[in-house]
């Protein structure tokens, strides 16, 4: 499955679902009331995956909605990046760092009820790897292909959508910085990171820090000349608006409200509609 990365507007951008069909479904139904929907292309930005036992339910209606409006994303978050390497859903050999990782870090037993009906056992490791595999089978083909092939980031002509952010501890700038992640590229030789900095000592070929691995991306991230960040990632209370960057991940797929932002034009200023009233 090839996504965009290029979305024309209006958009809608929806933060972390983690599984939550039945806060996006709300979401939904009040965004089809805004005279922006008949247009709007969606982007999510990430994180479909763990935390509930709805996971297989919310990849669906995601890919329901892509389709319903054509021209419209998902990029990829840190949760579908471990699903995807670990249970070698991109049809490669599992990394060893993200076959533990995703056993020791992520809230995978919710994944595993969705798509397997049941929850796994994460040690003996050997033990662990089957029931990867067994969840990998369980997977339906659609999901695997769509999952696998996310993008690591999209854009419009006035911002930026990705699920983390740019990062100043790259000797690397913006505007190669969002080409790397165009062509999911991370390499050391490449990005460069600045000597002494926490993503130089604790650098790992496996994990992008723009899709999660430094959370100080987040609210500070590097900013891009002429264009806005927009991104989930970290659980916040209410959406933050700066010049750099519109955060919007309101539920973190552990309480509402789920948030959409719309953008109607490179500089409007962003909309924001709510699962739920406030």
């Excluded at 390497?85 to 995978?108: N, S």
């Excluded at 419009?156 to 790259?170: D, K, M, V, W």
């Excluded at 690397?172 to 002494?196: H, M, S, T, Y």
């Excluded at 953008?263 to 709510?274: K, Y």
């Amino acid at each position: 499955m090839q996504l965009p990365m290029h979305v024309e507007y209006p958009v809608i951008a929806i933060g972390d679902l983690h599984g939550r069909v039945e806060w996006l479904d709300a979401l939904v139904a009040k965004l089809r009331q805004r005279p922006e929907w008949p247009e709007a292309k969606f982007v999510f930005l990430g994180d479909l995956v763990d935390r509930t036992d709805t996971v297989k339910e919310l990849v669906s209606r995601v890919l329901e909605l892509i389709a319903e409006k054509p021209g419209s994303t998902c990029v990829m978050g840190n949760h579908d990046l471990a699903l995807v390497k670990a249970a070698g859903l991109h049809d490669q050999p599992p990394p060893e760092y993200w076959v533990r990782r995703y056993g020791d870090v992520y809230d995978h037993k919710w994944t595993f009820q969705s798509y397997l009906g049941r929850t796994p056992d994460y040690l003996p490791l050997g033990r662990w790897v089957k029931e990867l595999a067994d969840l990998k089978a369980a997977v339906p083909a659609e999901h695997r292909a769509f999952l696998a092939s996310l993008p690591w980031v999209a854009e419009a002509e006035g911002h930026i959508f990705l699920h983390n952010g740019l990062s100043p501890e790259l000797d690397c700038p913006a505007r190669v910085q969002l080409e790397c992640l165009k062509r999911k590229v991370w390499d050391r030789a490449i990005v460069n990171p600045r000597f002494g900095t926490d993503t130089d000592r604790l650098f790992t070929p496996e994990y992008p820090v723009w899709l999660g691995a430094d959370r100080k991306l987040s609210e500070k991230p590097l900013p891009f000349p002429g264009k806005v960040q927009v991104s989930g990632h970290i659980k916040i209370d209410a959406p933050e608006v700066n010049p750099v960057g519109i955060r919007i991940d309101t539920s973190g797929g552990i309480c509402e409200p789920l948030t959409g932002c719309i953008l109607t034009s490179a500089t409007a200023e962003p909309v924001f509609v709510f699962s739920k009233d406030l």
